[in-house]
Nanobody, 121 residues
Framework: QVHLMESGGDSVQTGGSLRLSCVVS????????TGWFRQAPGKERERVAT???????TYADSVKGRFTISRDNAKNTLYLQMNSLKPEDTSMYYC???????????????WGQGTQVTVSS
């Protein structure tokens, strides 16, 4: 059974940094596309970053140059390093896993419970 658990969310000031972690079980992290989504109240869900089987990454335009997705296969852990945080980054962040080698737009059957990131000015 696939299980994902995020951690690392916090409240920070504008310009601060956080690193989110996602421990994955029942799933080979490096075999499929995985990533991070975020959703704030009243806003559409947004795909933040993905990493495919080969390690290639994609990012939403809103976070390019500031966020970095990575994984530690030995620890079965996915990371999202977030730098230069802005108030508009405030959201619930979710770790997601697909059953695809490449990264789909929205077909991610497995989701974590979410971790809250709040950025204040």
């Amino acid at each position: 059974q696939v299980h994902l658990m995020e951690s690392g969310g916090d409240s920070v000031q504008t310009g601060g940094s956080l690193r989110l972690s996602c421990v994955v079980s029942g799933y080979t992290l490096s075999s499929y596309c995985t990533g991070w989504f975020r959703q704030a109240p009243g806003k559409e869900r947004e795909r933040v970053a993905t990493i495919n089987r080969s390690g290639s990454t994609t990012y939403a335009d809103s976070v390019k140059g500031r966020f970095t997705i990575s994984r530690d296969n030995a620890k079965n852990t996915l990371y999202l390093q977030m730098n230069s945080l802005k108030p508009e980054d405030t959201s619930m962040y979710y770790c997601v896993a697909s059953l695809w080698v490449g990264c789909p737009r929205d077909d991610y059957p497995y989701w974590g419970q979410g971790t809250q990131v709040t950025v204040s000015s």
